[in-house]
């Protein structure tokens, strides 16, 4: 067992209205930012996560967005980011 | 009739459902969301609130409870099921219901009365009102905003499943009428066999002239009064 550290994105899907994302889009224009032609807003969920190997890993994730972290209904996932964890498990050298 | 009113931590409607069972000469209970046991409920309604902080997803956590095996179960085998507000968010993570409650196009915590029209009156939650029927009723969601892909939406509205909708004072469904962005300005939607309900607005809040209106009484009528075999 190794543990690898996650990111996985849950973003609006295309098309679904994104009440946050136009809220923060009218803000940035308000500051003068008038390049900024759209914004979806979305979360990062940080995972740690003890599996065999990478696959594993990125498998555990996979099922757990389509469980849990990501309402199909209006959201897409995507595993972001997979790295061997460096930090210790706590006890041991 | 006996209801069992499932409970969640963060749950905050649950007295309110209570007492307008018992308004109505049911007889409510509670049930802990860790029971994996309905017991002899007649009925089961999952009332409005916070269940676990509405973290992640309102309704997204709550619909993993250990008591949701047994309220799918009941409702697959036939059994009236009744989601209020968060209630209705946890039907719909949980596949009960079709679709979504995304955040209000407001962004708003919405607290205010709505009007909403009865589409039908031949369900089981709606045969004591009239048709077109409008009601007056609390809303109090920041999650409100009924979403769902095309398909999904034409065929609620061909099978005539959107039981409640938001309308003005005159019955017509504006897009001011709407609180919170719905498509459709859908308030409440039954599933294909017409045994569970969601909505967003409280029915369990408009049961007292005090309160400002009775309007929700009809739908407890509806579910208390006929015996249990007539139902359509």
Not at chain 2, 97 to 119: C, K, M, T, W, Y
Not at chain 2, 204 to 216: K, V
Request: with cysteine; net charge negative.
């Amino acid at each position: 067992m190794s543990l690898f550290q996650l990111e996985i994105r849950v973003t609006p899907r295309p098309g679904v209205l994104d009440p946050e994302g136009q809220a923060i889009h009218h803000a940035l224009r308000a500051l003068g930012y008038e390049g900024a032609q759209g914004v979806r807003f979305g979360k990062a969920i940080h995972i740690e996560l003890a599996a065999e190997d990478e696959d594993a890993a990125l498998a555990t994730a996979e099922e757990m967005c389509r469980k849990l972290l990501a309402n199909p209904v209006t959201e897409d996932y995507r595993v972001e980011g997979i790295a061997k964890s460096t930090v210790g498990t706590g006890g041991g050298e | 009739m006996k209801a069992a009113v499932v409970t969640f931590p963060g749950s905050n409607c649950d007295y309110d459902l209570y007492k307008a069972v018992q308004a109505v000469g049911g007889e409510p209970s509670f049930v802990w969301h860790r029971e994996t046991d309905l017991g002899d409920a007649d009925l089961v309604m999952l009332p409005g609130g916070f269940s676990y902080g509405d973290y992640l997803r309102a309704g997204a956590i709550a619909r993993f409870s250990p008591v949701m095996d047994a309220v799918t179960e009941f409702a697959r085998s036939g059994g009236p099921v009744l989601g209020i507000c968060n209630g209705f968010q946890i039907l719909c993570e949980a596949g009960l219901l079709p679709g979504a409650l995304i955040r209000n196009r407001s962004l708003l915590f919405q607290s205010h009365d709505v009007r909403v029209r009865v589409e039908r009156t031949d369900t089981l939650f709606t045969f004591d009102y009239q048709p077109g029927q409008v009601l007056r009723t609390p809303i109090a969601h920041a999650e409100g905003n009924f979403r769902a892909d095309e398909d999904t939406i034409a065929r609620l509205e061909g099978e005539g499943r959107v039981v409640f909708r938001y309308v003005d004072a005159q019955g017509r469904a504006t897009p001011d009428a709407n609180p919170n962005g719905s498509v459709e300005n859908i308030a409440g939607i039954i599933n294909e066999t017409g045994n569970v309900l969601g909505m967003m607005p409280h029915p369990e809040r408009a049961m007292e002239p005090l309160l400002g209106s009775t309007d929700g009484k009809g739908l407890f009528m509806s579910l208390f009064t006929r015996p249990a075999a007539s139902l359509p």
